[in-house]
């Protein structure tokens, strides 16, 4: 149940009349504060991030992504998420780091693609499609309060009533790493990011406590 403070919040799923107020949510919160994003500083609270606006939005529009929002239309809580198609969906996602000038979010990306490349989820239960949670992210007013585990299990029925048979994501920081435990998945595949290095053995991202690592995180749903 939701707390006597989210009594006024109602999930639905984000369609394109709320795009533009979901990737103001974001630029106030995850842009900022996610802890790869904020390891290499790539954008300020309140300031928006363009190739992240971009990833967003396609994300947004495989049209399996919710939010909670209150009755005055107050975003409080967003799960973006996406559909991936075989890792042919990584691979040219990869392929495109190369055309990309940012060399911070080149970094953060390329990291993440590489990982799920390795563990190929695609092989492992014989699927063509997996549903991917790509963004958590609640409004520092309405922390505290379960909202993202909410957040989780929304975006978990609609997986289930879409007939997936996996669910993934990748899990950058503790207290997402803490959410999706509760909920059942299983870690697939982790990384530590003191032991992530660059060509001169230099660790990559730094990394503020109490976020220690990357997990790659997974549910079977059907």
Do not use: W
Request: charged residues 25%; aromatic residues 8%.
């Amino acid at each position: 149940m939701l707390s006597s403070k989210q009594h006024n919040l109602h999930m639905e799923i984000i369609t394109s009349k709320y795009y533009n107020d979901v990737i103001g949510h974001l630029k106030e919160t995850f842009f900022a504060d996610e802890p790869l994003n904020k390891a290499v500083h790539l954008t300020d609270p309140g300031q928006g991030h363009s190739l992240l606006e971009l990833h967003s939005l396609s994300t947004l529009k495989d049209n399996v992504s919710v939010m909670a929002i209150s009755q005055e239309g107050k975003i409080a809580g967003v799960a973006l998420n996406g559909i991936l198609h075989g890792n042919c969906d990584i691979e040219k996602s990869l392929d495109k780091l190369n055309d990309i000038d940012d060399e911070n979010f080149k970094k953060i990306f390329k990291l993440l693609y590489e990982q799920n490349l390795r563990i190929n989820l695609f092989k492992q239960f014989d699927v063509d499609r997996i549903f991917e949670i790509r963004i958590l992210s609640v409004d520092s007013k309405f922390r505290g309060q379960g909202l993202a585990k909410k957040l989780m299990e929304k975006s978990e029925e609609i997986a289930v009533e879409m007939g997936f048979q996996i669910m993934k994501t990748d899990a950058t920081g503790a207290f997402s790493q803490r959410v999706v435990s509760s909920l059942g998945f299983i870690t697939k595949s982790e990384i530590k990011y003191s032991e992530y290095l660059d060509g001169d053995g230099d660790q990559i991202f730094v990394v503020e406590p109490p976020h220690e690592k990357l997990k790659i995180m997974y549910k079977v749903i059907n």
